[in-house]
């Protein structure tokens, strides 16, 4: 049984403002944007686009797929390593989302462009994915397993090296990032629980989510247990 409850995951929303892009980094620009997509279409040569998802592309796509199937990149796992001060999180709490990094394997789920929306739908990605031009080469292509044999698919957030906004971090110091980060867009607790249920749904389980879930968990119940002395310590004071 999942520990990170959804009333857990409830204490640590907030109504939390837009403070603009994250510190030190350049927006990617709409012609830059473009610049990726034709690169992106000129790569694919002509043969249809799968789009390889791990974290929340899995159950928040935001675009309608023409197929879909499950599919496993080896030489890559999921991990909580991209760093954030926006969206899920602030400058003052910052958190952490997932990209891949090297080594064992990852289980998720390609899914297949419309050759009709395929351009528009590419866009849409890339904004969603890649706001930042230092960070443009986060798009690759990865071979992955699927029940019909080996595709080339796109995938964002699995760079070769270290982006800036990458970081291999401890299960322990990313359990406390993600109990206490909280932004416009949700919270990293109600993202870490998101995709896990819809790994879950998709017959897959993640044994590095499960343990940090049980972490995160744990961290979210002991800053509530510490709240009230908190409290009561100042009215003793004041």
Known sequence: MMQLT?????????????????????PISEAEIDHLVEAIESEAGGELIWVFAYGSLIW?????????QRAT???????FSLKIERWRATTA????????????QCD???????????????????AREI??????????????????GMR???????????????????LDEAASLIAGACGEG???AQYLRNTIVDLQAEGIRDRNLWRLQALVAAEISARQSDAPRFHEGRLANG
């Open 73 to 79: 990149a080896y030489g890559w796992h999921r991990s």
């Open 93 to 104: 709490q910052p958190g952490l989302m997932l990209a891949l990094e090297r080594g064992g």
């Open 60 to 68: 928040n796509p935001e675009f309608e797929a023409a197929g879909r």
């Open 6 to 26: 959804p009333e857990l995951v409830a204490l640590t929303i907030r109504d939390v403002r837009d403070d603009g892009p994250e510190p030190g980094w350049t």
């Open 186 to 188: 949700g919270s990293c």
């Open 108 to 126: 998720g789920v390609v899914f297949l462009l419309s050759e009709e929306r395929r351009r528009q739908d590419l866009r849409s990605l890339i």
């Open 152 to 170: 080339k698919a796109l995938t964002f957030w699995a760079g070769g090296k270290r982006a800036g906004l990458t970081k291999l971090v401890p």
């Open 131 to 148: 706001k930042y031009r230092e960070v443009m080469d986060m798009v690759r292509w990865l071979p992955v397993k699927t029940p019909n």
